[in-house]
């Protein structure tokens, strides 16, 4: 497997918004819905910011990572990252996300944060009142149904928010950031 910039490509770029929709079907199907919606977001990320593209021997791609950078280039939002669904728990998503750190720094970043929707009830934090003591229930943050924000805790990011109500009634986002050295 070789991480490489994702460029001019039409092939990469098409394989990579397939896996928007493919990798996110399960948990997020109103994310990507499209081939077109797919291809408008793979084009935007490439046209604000960065991505980068894990390929296997034969040159496809296995999972991306997108970034934009924001508040000057000092904080960048890692959006958006997916491992095709075949190719996950083999270290490509960690791989990708390191190397993501690496290109953030190299561009002067001093943060990376990201959302982690729970629109699927898969988290303690789905369908409570958030207003009320939401430090002690962050704190008390569980797993129900494999959200990712563990893989990202895995990573070194730690949850720096939530914002309630994001994706409608009891469907917040919730924020993550890593500082970057």
Same mark, same amino acid.
């Given at each position: 497997?070789? @991480?490489?910039?994702?460029?001019?490509?039409?092939?990469?770029?098409? $394989? =990579?918004? /397939?896996? +928007?929709? @493919?990798?996110?079907? $399960?948990? !997020?199907?109103?994310? !990507?819905?499209? %081939? *077109?919606?797919? %291809? /408008? /977001?793979?084009a935007m990320v490439l046209r604000a910011?960065?991505?980068r593209a894990a390929l296997d021997d034969e040159g496809n791609v296995l999972g991306w990572i997108g970034g934009l950078p924001e508040y000057d280039g000092n904080v960048w939002e890692l959006h958006p990252l997916v491992v095709h669904p075949q190719c996950q728990k083999r270290g490509i998503g960690?791989? +990708?996300?390191?190397?993501? *750190? $690496?290109?953030?720094?190299?561009?002067?970043? %001093?943060? @990376?944060? +990201?959302?982690?929707?729970?629109?699927? /009830? =898969?988290?303690?934090l789905a369908n409570v009142d958030l207003y009320d003591n939401l430090w002690e229930k962050i704190a008390r943050i569980r797993n129900l149904k494999g959200h990712p924000y563990e893989f990202y805790l895995k990573c070194g990011y730690k949850i720096i928010g939530v914002i309630p109500d994001a994706n409608g009634r009891g469907k917040p986002d919730i924020y993550m950031g890593k500082r970057v050295e």
């Open positions: 497997m070789q @991480i490489v910039d994702v460029g001019d490509n039409a092939a990469q770029q098409r $394989q =990579m918004a /397939e896996l +928007l929709t @493919i990798g996110f079907r $399960q948990h !997020w199907p109103e994310s !990507w819905p499209t %081939l *077109e919606d797919a %291809l /408008e /977001e793979v910011g960065c991505a960690r791989a +990708l996300v390191a190397d993501f *750190e $690496q290109q953030v720094k190299a561009r002067g970043g %001093l943060t @990376i944060q +990201l959302g982690t929707d729970d629109v699927r /009830e =898969m988290t303690t």
